[in-house]
């Protein structure tokens, strides 16, 4: 699972060609040339953009790893407290898993509940927890278990919401990075095209504007 959206090669060669633009415009022999100037600035500015983006992305990031990490201990948790549990059922039932005690909090064999992930034990968890809870029949042995489980339900939860709220801020990044990408394709262009006029109207050769531009090209 990729989490870090400055992995997208795209994302830093899109920021290194206009970075290349502006550091050429601004080591043009006449310094004082207004018009470059100005294309330097406007171009700073995205550059300026997508600094910020990239840094909130490696901080989202590193948040959604926070949260993977969370889940992966809570779920530790779980079936380490549903693994104590089912053997208390399991003795309390006598060794028999057809028994209504079993089947009560384990329809299925609580080995295949705990290989399952957080997000499908969870619920099975959580009726058992509730189930230790509100009937004062059962063995006190295996309601003395109902805190603990309600303990790593609680924290089962909190760290699949924490999850969930790091996955939609990533999302909306990446629709940030997207139209940042669709902004510095617009810039180039008008790059392009301005200089190639600007060549055109000071009698210089096709050179002069390509050579502002990482890739060696002037206007398309």
Known sequence: ???????????????????????????HPEPDD????RLAARTTAVLADWEEIDADGRGL?????????????????????LGVFAEDVLQA????????LYERFFPEPHED??????????PVVMLGALALEQ?????EALRAHGATLKDAVALGNGALAERAESFADLGRHQARVEAWKETAAA????????LGRLAAARGLPERWASGFFLDG????
């Open 135 to 139: 009937d004062s029949t059962l063995p």
């Open 113 to 122: 509940l705990l290989e399952m992930g957080l997000d499908a034990s969870l």
């Open 217 to 220: 090209r002037g206007a398309s």
């Open 61 to 81: 990031g590193r948040n959604a790893l926070h949260a993977a990490a969370r889940v992966r201990a809570a779920d530790i948790a779980l079936d380490h407290a």
């Open 34 to 37: 207004q018009e470059l100037g």
């Open 93 to 100: 039932a006598g060794g028999d898993r057809a028994s209504a």
């Open 1 to 27: 699972m990729q989490l870090l959206t400055h992995h997208d090669p795209d994302w830093e060669l899109e920021f290194e060609s206009l970075a290349f633009t502006v550091e050429a415009l601004l080591a």
């Open 187 to 194: 810039t180039h262009r008008n790059l392009r095209r301005t």
